[in-house]
C-alpha cells in the first residue's frame, strides 16, 4: 500500500464543489485585487485567532518581512530566534539588513527553549542590539509564551510569532489573566501564518496573515501591504506589494470552517500512532523517540479539548535516520526531513560569523528527526502500514 506523505486530492475530493463555487463567486465579482473578500476572511481569521485585527498578506515569508519591517527592524540589529525551523523565518531578518541571534532548541518541543533566550540575552556585549524575538511553534506546538513572553517584556522586546504551522493551535494561560487558552499568533505583538497548500489551512496557492491587536502596528502594517502609501499614490513609507489575492481569500474563508475537524482528525492520527508505536516495542528499545504534546496533560485535567497541538506535521527521531528513511521510501511511504540543515549551517549565511557557533540540539534534531503521513484523511489501514514498515525495518537491520 502506497502512503504519501501529503494527499491534497484527497482534500479536494468532498470540497471540490465548494471551492469552485467560491472560485466562480471571485470570477464573476471582477473584484481581485483587495474587496469584501479579503475584508471578510480576515475578520473570520481574526475571531478564530482572538485578535482584534487581521490582514490579509502575499505569503508567511512576507507576513513575516512586513510584521519585522513594521517594527523598524534594520542593518545592525539582532534579532533572536531559533536555528531549527523553515528558512522562510531567517530569510526575512537577513532581507532587512539585520542578524538572527540563535537560541537553541527545546530537544523535547524542537522549539526555541527560553532559557537559551535568558543566557543571550544576560550578555552585556549584545543586549543593546536585540530588537525584538521570533519564535516559531514548530510542527503545530506552541513554544513556551509564558516564559519567552516574561523574559520579552523584562527586557522590551516585542515578540513576533512565527506561526506559519500552527494556526489555531492552543497554548494554556500565557501571563496572568484573560482567557484560559489563547491561540497562537495573539500572545505576541504580531502572528504570522501561512496558507502554503501544505499548512493545516491551504490555499490553492499562495497566502499569509498577520494578526495583532495592536492599533498602531496595524495601520501601519496596512499601508506597508500597498507601497506604505496612504491615500493612494502618497507614499508615507517605503513598502512593498504585499496582499493576499482576492481568489485565495475566498477559497481558504471556505475551507476556514472545516480547520476544527481536520486538527482534530490530525490529533486522532496522531494519537493512533502513539499507540501503535508504543504497542511496537520501538519506543522502549530506544529506537524512536515520539512527539511530545507537551500541553496535553493540562487539557485533559481541565476536561476541555483545546487544539493543544495541530500536528501539521508528526515527526519522530529515529535511530539511523537515513537508511530508515530510504527503507520507507523503497516501500512507497512518503516522508520528508524538517529540517536537514540547521540554519546556522546554510550556505547564504557562510561569513556571517557562524562558522564557531555550535547549537548541538539543533544540530542533533537536523539528524535524527524523520516527519510521517499525518494528514487528516488518513486511514487506519494506512497508519499500521507506515508503523508495520517501521517494524520491519528495525527488525531487518538487528537481524
Ligand atoms: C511555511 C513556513 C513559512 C513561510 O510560509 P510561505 O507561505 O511558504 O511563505 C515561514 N515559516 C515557517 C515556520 C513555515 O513553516
Not at 10 to 20: C, F, H, S
Not at 34 to 40: N, S, V, Y
Not at 83 to 105: C, N
Amino acid at each position: 500500500m502506497r502512503v504519501p506523505l501529503l494527499d491534497l486530492k484527497a482534500q479536494l475530493a468532498p470540497l471540490r464543489e465548494e471551492i469552485l463555487e467560491a472560485v466562480t463567486e471571485v470570477v464573476d465579482s471582477t473584484c481581485y485585487i483587495m474587496g469584501p473578500h479579503i475584508e471578510r476572511f480576515e475578520e473570520h481569521v481574526a475571531a478564530y485567532c482572538g485578535t482584534r485585527f487581521a490582514l490579509g498578506v502575499s505569503s508567511g515569508t512576507d507576513a513575516l518581512l512586513i510584521a519585522l519591517t513594521a517594527l523598524g527592524i534594520g542593518p545592525g540589529d539582532l534579532v533572536i530566534t531559533t536555528p531549527f525551523t523553515f528558512f522562510a523565518t531567517m530569510g526575512s531578518i537577513l532581507r532587512l539588513g539585520a542578524r538572527p541571534l540563535f537560541a537553541d532548541i527545546d530537544p523535547v518541543t524542537y522549539n526555541l527553549d527560553p532559557a537559551r533566550m535568558e543566557e543571550l540575552l544576560a550578555r552585556p556585549d549584545l543586549s543593546g542590539r536585540v530588537k525584538a524575538v521570533l519564535p516559531v511553534h514548530l510542527y503545530g506546538q506552541c513554544a513556551d509564551m509564558g516564559r519567552i513572553g516574561a523574559l520579552a517584556e523584562r527586557y522590551r522586546l516585542p515578540v513576533i510569532e512565527d506561526a506559519a504551522q500552527a494556526i489555531g493551535a492552543a497554548h494554556p494561560r500565557p501571563g496572568a489573566g484573560g482567557a484560559m487558552w489563547r491561540r497562537a499568533g495573539s500572545m505576541g505583538l504580531a502572528g504570522c501564518f501561512s496558507f502554503f497548500p501544505s499548512k493545516n489551512l491551504g490555499g490553492i496557492g499562495d497566502g499569509g496573515m498577520v494578526v495583532t491587536d495592536d492599533e498602531r502596528l496595524i495601520q501601519k502594517l496596512r499601508i506597508l501591504r500597498v507601497h506604505g502609501s496612504e491615500p493612494k499614490y502618497y507614499h508615507k513609507l517605503v513598502g512593498g506589494n504585499f496582499r493576499l489575492d482576492a481568489l485565495q481569500a475566498a477559497v481558504l474563508d471556505r475551507k476556514l470552517s472545516h480547520l476544527p475537524a481536520w486538527h482534530k482528525a490530525r490529533r486522532r492520527n496522531a494519537e493512533f500512532y502513539d499507540r501503535l508505536f508504543a504497542d511496537s516495542g520501538l519506543v522502549a528499545a530506544g529506537k524512536i523517540v515520539l512527539p511530545a504534546a507537551v500541553y496535553r496533560d493540562e487539557a485533559t485535567r481541565e476536561k476541555i479539548e483545546p487544539d493543544y497541538h495541530i500536528y501539521n506535521q508528526y515527526v519522530i527521531r529515529a535511530a539511523d535516520r537515513d537508511r530508515l528513511r530510504a527503507f520507507l521510501t523503497r516501500h512507497g511511504i512518503g516522508t520528508e526531513i524538517y529540517y536537514p540543515v540547521p540554519l546556522h549551517r546554510q550556505e547564504c549565511v557562510a561569513g556571517l560569523g557562524y562558522e564557531g557557533l555550535s547549537l548541538p540540539r539543533a544540530e542533533k534534531a537536523a539528524a535524527e528527526t524523520l516527519a510521517l503521513p499525518i494528514y487528516p484523511e488518513l486511514t487506519d489501514a494506512m497508519q499500521h502500514e507506515v508503523v508495520d514498515r517501521i517494524v520491519a525495518f528495525y527488525r531487518e537491520a538487528s537481524s
